[in-house]
């Protein structure tokens, strides 16, 4: 079963995943990290930036990258990582891969497979959840064990990021992600989920069956994940007073700060 924090905000929420981070730098200072856009990580990328640590040999992968915006689009996720996270917190940006940033499109699945092996594989892989389930850009139906590939985007997830865009038709309608595969690969998984859209698909992501056509369930055949929650998104959480009750009772070696 997954760590399962219930934290009162998104802020204690980017303290406690920053937390983690730092510790995993202090003992492995080129310690390799995944990288999730979207809103939900600005906590910890926040939280991150204040422990001012010296984050020059962090290496870092992309989640995932919308196909199909031209080259330097300010919504493209290279761009969004460039401003949200390798510029505030001072990485290296040649340590920090996107999907399809190099080299042509039908090879860069395989392509960043190898670059992520090449780095000796993602220590933490920071997740937020979509709405439909999906962890990176993986929609149901995702094979459980695909690798980095080029997805279509559902109509669900479209009309979520239009909110980054002028409308909902300049929203790619195809993306090239992490699979559930790669994900599982990490060593550690941090997935976040803020507010009351996500409650019911975190609620089937933790406790309801492993399923392709809920894809971020695959968490639960990972053996080292950490769900950090605010209480709107941890409402339909059945076990919610146990968690809170593992988290209160942590043991000194377990706690990151
Ligand atoms: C982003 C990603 C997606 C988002 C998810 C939640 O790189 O892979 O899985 O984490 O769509 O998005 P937000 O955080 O904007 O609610």
């Given at each position: 079963m997954a760590e399962v924090v219930i934290v009162e905000s998104e802020a204690q929420a980017g303290e406690i995943a920053s937390a983690l981070i730092a510790r995993l730098v202090h003992s492995k200072p080129n310690a390799v990290l995944g990288l999730a856009t979207g809103s939900t990580p600005l906590s910890t990328w926040k939280a991150l930036a204040a422990r001012n640590l010296d984050l020059s040999k962090v290496r870092g992968f992309a989640l995932d990258e919308y196909v199909g915006l031209p080259p330097g689009h300010p919504e493209s996720y290279r761009a969004v990582i460039d401003r949200e996270v390798v510029i505030p917190l001072h990485l290296t940006p040649e340590f920090i891969r996107v999907p399809a940033?190099?080299?042509p499109l039908e090879f860069a699945g395989e392509e960043y497979e190898n670059a992520i092996v090449d780095a000796g594989g993602i220590d933490l892989q920071i997740l937020g959840i979509g709405v439909t389930g999906h962890i990176g850009f993986n929609e149901p139906g995702s094979s459980l064990a695909s690798l980095t590939r080029v997805k279509t985007l559902t109509d669900q997830t479209r009309r979520d990021n239009?909110?980054?865009?002028?409308?909902?038709?300049?929203?790619?309608?195809h993306c090239i992600t992490q699979g559930l595969g790669t994900i599982l690969r990490a060593k550690h998984l941090v997935l976040l989920a803020f507010g009351s859209a996500k409650a019911e698909t975190l609620a089937k992501a933790v406790e309801g069956p492993v399923t392709a056509s809920l894809p971020a369930s695959v968490i639960q055949l990972h053996p080292n994940v950490t769900v950090i929650t605010d209480e709107a998104a941890a409402a339909?959480?059945?076990?919610a007073d146990y968690y809170r009750a593992a988290w209160n009772s942590r043991l000194e070696w377990e706690k990151a700060d």
């Open positions: 940033d190099s080299g239009a909110r980054f865009f002028n409308s909902i038709d300049e929203v790619p309608t339909r959480l059945q076990f």
